[in-house]
């Protein structure tokens, strides 16, 4: 469907012309008009999907630019999501003179306070830093018409529910309710019954959670070899930009450090970042002067980052849901994805659920070989050196014709091949093992196989079959004997 058969402002469809997109998306398709005609709404749809213009063209029709006060709270569960959507609605209303303002935490509260003075039409900020504000009276909600809850299982997951409901109390009784979440669980449907009347679902095919543009593989190993096959792959796959996802920011630290030492261009995110340190990481990354970002789940959670080709679980999530924010970092704006998941022998059961929960199995995939790594690595190498070819050298000739008076031409390309394909696994990285998590069979059951198996219930189950000896028999045949006597 074309935007402008969704009946938006002319202004609004210049801006979404401007920003390049035609055809809205289903999500789009389904929640516009909805919204429009000021139902509430439940959304499903992971990020990447354009839910923020989904939600935000219908609350950008309907600002009354006569009326003063904040009419629109969005909240998102992190500080980049927050900020990202700030920057989006700003785009797409910059022709209506839409005023939007972000709030978070770990940025200067009387800053924000300042700022707040010029009232905004549309307000975004995360659950703590909108409840400070709101216990300061810096900011006032009697005129709110419409409440987006964005990322909702998110926000579950980080216990934000509390904060949510606090917010919403301030809030006035009549306004709209729009809930956005990748998955539905109970608790996020419970929510929907609790805060939003009457809501209006509008789901998308679980085929399309994962997007079909996302190859999705997975390599059985052990988790000894996980960071060197990481290696390998990244230098046969030869990946634009990708991500690398790690279970804890210990292991976060450990792999941009391996990484590094190893001659990749990486650096990592994650929550005890300073907001500075990990903006400035990001903006790297989307400059494209990062290929390699490595990341915790919440850290990345709603990052909008175009052009990532490549998703590496280096930690299966122990949540199914995890996974599918993750893949949900590549294969986006109609471009091709790929996810490679690791899996030691005991996370098979995990897999297993992810793929139930996708509904679709994942294609297992061999590790490259040293050598194919190290062929991989070459023909980057060959890659920039053409590059190099292609620019100015007029400056470096000179030198060039002294180094070939004492060297053969053979010998110094050698030499720069070698320079420039690292020879990745020559370098020793050791990464600490985590904490395996607890074994779950193929139907999704954990099973703690260290209560099962103890010395102890081993004995008493020696004990419980070990045959009668004499003294025992005796005392058997007399019970037995008085039974029959009874009798």
């Known amino acids: 469907m074309k935007f402008s058969e969704l009946n938006l402002k002319p202004e609004l469809l210049k801006a979404i012309k401007r920003a390049g997109f035609e055809e809205a998306t289903p999500i789009q398709e ?87 003075k010029q009232v905004p039409n549309i307000l975004v900020g995360t659950p703590g830093r909108l409840l400070d504000h709101l216990k300061r009276r810096t900011i006032n909600l009697s005129h709110l018409k419409h409440v987006i809850l964005d990322e909702a299982d998110e926000m579950l997951d980080m216990g934000f529910i509390q904060d949510i409901e606090s917010i919403l109390t301030f809030a006035s009784n009549d306004h709209q309710t729009l809930l956005f979440s990748a998955t539905m669980p109970k608790p996020i449907l419970q929510i929907g019954e609790k805060f939003m009347h009457d809501p209006q679902i509008v789901q998308i095919k679980s085929k399309e959670l994962t997007a079909n543009l996302i190859d999705q593989y997975f390599v059985r190993l052990k988790e000894n070899e996980k960071f060197d096959i990481l290696c390998r792959l990244i230098d046969v796959q030869d990946p634009e930009l990708s991500v690398v996802f790690g279970r804890t920011k210990r292991r976060v630290d450990e792999l941009t450090r391996g990484f590094q030492a190893r001659g990749y261009d990486a650096a990592g995110i994650h929550g005890d970042l300073t907001q500075t340190k990990r903006m400035s990481v990001l903006k790297r990354f989307k400059q494209g002067k990062l290929d390699i970002l490595v990341a915790t789940d919440v850290a990345a959670r709603g990052l909008d980052i175009s052009g990532v ?96 008076e004492n060297n053969s031409a053979l010998d110094l390309v050698a030499a720069l091949l070698k320079d420039m394909a690292k020879d990745a696994e020559q370098v020793k990285v050791e990464i600490t093992p985590e904490k395996p998590l607890p074994f779950k069979n193929r139907r999704g059951n954990t099973q703690n196989f260290k209560r099962r198996y103890r010395s102890d219930d081993r004995d008493r189950n020696i004990k419980r079959h070990r045959k009668p000896n004499a003294q025992t028999r005796e005392r058997n045949i007399k019970h037995n004997f008085v039974i029959k006597k009874k009798d």
């Not at 005023?99 to 935490?105: A, P």
């Open 30 to 116: 389904k929640t516009i008009p909805l919204v429009l005609s000021g139902k509430d709404v439940i959304g499903q749809a992971q990020t990447g999907t354009g839910k923020t213009a989904a939600f935000g063209l219908p609350i950008l029709q309907t600002l009354d630019k006569k009326q003063e006060g904040i009419q629109a709270l969005i909240i998102e569960p992190t500080r980049e999501l927050a900020i990202q959507t700030q920057e989006e609605l700003f785009r797409l209303g910059r022709d209506e003179n839409a005023h939007v303002q972000v709030v978070y935490g770990g940025a200067d509260i009387r800053r924000q306070i300042r700022s707040l």
């Open 309 to 404: 080709s490549h998703v590496y679980n280096y930690d299966i999530p122990q949540d199914p849901d995890s996974y599918v924010h993750r893949i949900g970092r590549t294969g986006r704006a109609g471009k091709n994805g790929m996810s490679i998941t690791f899996v030691t022998p005991n996370e098979i059961g995990y897999m297993k659920t992810i793929e139930r929960l996708t509904r679709k199995k994942m294609t297992p995939l061999r590790p490259p070989s040293d050598k194919e790594a190290f062929d991989g690595q070459l023909s980057i190498a060959n890659k920039k050196i053409q590059e190099l070819l292609d620019s100015d050298l007029t400056k470096y000739t000179k030198e060039a014709e002294k180094l070939l």
